[in-house]
């Protein structure tokens, strides 16, 4: 049971374009959102990150959007380069009951982006 | 440097003889947890700990077992090995609920 989804699997943009990454989830007891970005031989690491208050967060180039009714969610790239080719992660959890510590993730998405 | 050391980096064993990585961090974190990422599934959390002698299972902890008797460290520990539990396991800790996790640098684990 895939409790987030993610796509798409594979992106490929040019240097300066918009990359868009979409996720949905099924619970509607996720309370945060975040994303992770994961260089090759690298762990992840987290990225931008977004609770259900707001419905957009802008960090530098890197944009959350996000949707509460439609249980969805996306992260935007602006004026995407080469330096972000990696692999992104979307991510939920909860703070209800004992849940502090389960923190959900999509398939993931490979990001190239070309010069 | 703040961080998450997880041993060894990489480890190819045999079905059935017992194994353990070992995961350490220096930041005091409360929470800790572990993943193993495999193509086209994601990271999917194995086992997760909100502090010293509490732990919690995550979505694929068949096959695993783990043990939070110091803040600081938090060992994988697989008993039986299977051909199946081949995959890339990461550790990771965060201060807080909401605060986003650190991961380490990954174990690679062969089991033949």
């Known amino acids: 049971q895939q409790q987030v989804k993610q796509s798409p699997q594979s992106l490929i943009v040019q240097k300066g374009g918009i990359s868009i990454i979409n996720c949905a989830y099924e619970n509607t007891a996720f309370d945060y959102f975040p994303w992770y970005q994961q260089f090759p031989g690298k762990g992840p690491a987290l990225l931008i990150a977004i609770r259900p208050d707001v419905s957009e967060k802008k960090e530098g180039r890197f944009t959350i959007s996000f949707n509460k009714s439609a249980k969805q969610f996306s992260l935007h790239i602006m004026d995407s380069q080469p330096g972000d080719s990696a692999t992104y992660f979307c991510a939920a959890s909860n703070a209800g009951g004992t849940s502090y510590g389960k923190l959900t993730f999509g398939q993931g998405t490979i990001l190239t982006v070309h010069p | 440097e703040a961080q998450v050391t997880q041993n060894p980096r990489y480890l190819i064993t045999v079905t059935g003889k017992k194994l353990t990585v070992t995961c350490s961090q220096n930041m005091n974190h409360e929470y800790m947890s572990w993943y193993r990422q495999d193509p086209g599934l994601g990271l999917r959390q194995i086992y997760y700990?909100?502090?010293?002698?509490v732990t919690d299972k995550g979505d694929v902890p068949e096959g695993y077992k783990v043990s939070r008797k110091e803040k600081r460290n938090f060992p994988l520990i697989l008993e039986s090995p299977s051909p199946n539990q081949t995959s890339l396991y990461f550790c990771?800790?965060?201060?807080?609920w909401g605060k986003g996790y650190t991961f380490g640098s990954g174990t690679r684990l062969t089991v033949v």
């Open positions: 990771a800790s965060s201060l807080s």
């Open positions: 700990s909100m502090n010293v002698e």
